[in-house]
């Protein structure tokens, strides 16, 4: 199997308002990943639905990791077995040539992961924003005597990478990033800000081990609905948007 699609949602309504306008029916081999504890009846007997509550290994006991919880289920309970896999979270749109795009970056075997939000490594809002980043750079540093800011900052000041937890990786390197991140969740879960950590762990960890990456922008839109209340987004955007989610 060339490449796997995971959705990662935390509202059975949701999945079933994506089934019956359609949405995402552009991706193969799709599934939904249900994460937290909400209700799950409508859903419960759906073959293209996973729910992480009910795996014998999962981390739903820290909603703050929001969608990387969905990661760490996915590979402990072994469910990666394609060549690549798109993680998306259930909040974005996209191009409806998206893997059509992802085939063609998969064929040419120059990259290892696909992102989608382009970012400067030396924004503020990276790591030096040290309220969504202490923890990563604490754990890297005491499990892997790493300082993360002085990689950074080595960089070229036109240096991009990816943001927010959308991407496209190469089964061999979603292995390797959960194997390094294993030792890191420990101290990453606690933080109240933990899905903030999870986000920048992805770049930190390609930049860090020179992966190949590249950036396939304006594809998909993410509408970042904030469902964990971590950034301070008003429920309203939710209320407002969510019906741009249904007719792209």
């Not at 490449?3 to 990662?8: C, E, K, S, V």
């Not at 759906?46 to 992480?52: G, H, K, L, S």
């Not at 999870?198 to 469902?227: A, K, V």
Request: one cysteine or more; proline letters at 2%; charged letters at 20%.
């Amino acid at each position: 199997m060339k490449l796997q699609n995971f959705i990662f949602v935390h509202d059975e309504n949701i999945i079933l308002d994506f089934i019956k306008h359609n949405k995402f029916n552009n991706l193969s081999n799709l599934t939904y990943v249900f994460l937290g504890y909400g209700e799950t009846s409508k859903i419960l007997n759906f073959d293209n639905v996973i729910i992480a509550k009910n795996l014998p290994i999962n981390t739903e006991d820290y909603p703050k990791l929001t969608a990387f919880s969905g990661w760490y289920a996915l590979w402990k309970n072994g469910f990666i077995k394609g060549d690549y896999v798109n993680l998306f979270e259930y909040d974005v749109n996209i191009s409806d040539d998206l893997e059509e795009k992802i085939i063609q970056l998969i064929d040419t075997k120059l990259f290892d992961v696909i992102g989608y939000i382009p970012f400067n490594v030396h924004h503020f809002s990276y790591i030096k924003n040290l309220s969504w980043s202490d923890a990563l750079i604490s754990s890297v540093k005491k499990n892997y005597n790493i300082n993360i800011s002085d990689i950074i900052n080595s960089l070229p000041a036109n240096q991009e990478c990816t943001m927010t937890s959308n991407h496209t990786l190469s089964r061999n390197v979603f292995i390797k990033y959960m194997e390094w991140m294993d030792k890191l969740i420990d101290d990453i879960k606690m933080s109240p800000l933990s899905g903030h950590q999870t986000e920048r762990s992805i770049s930190i960890f390609y930049l860090l081990h020179n992966i190949s990456y590249t950036i396939l922008n304006g594809c998909l839109e993410h509408f970042q609905f904030d469902s964990h209340k971590t950034q301070g987004i008003s429920q309203q955007k939710f209320i407002t948007q969510y019906k741009n989610l249904l007719s792209e």
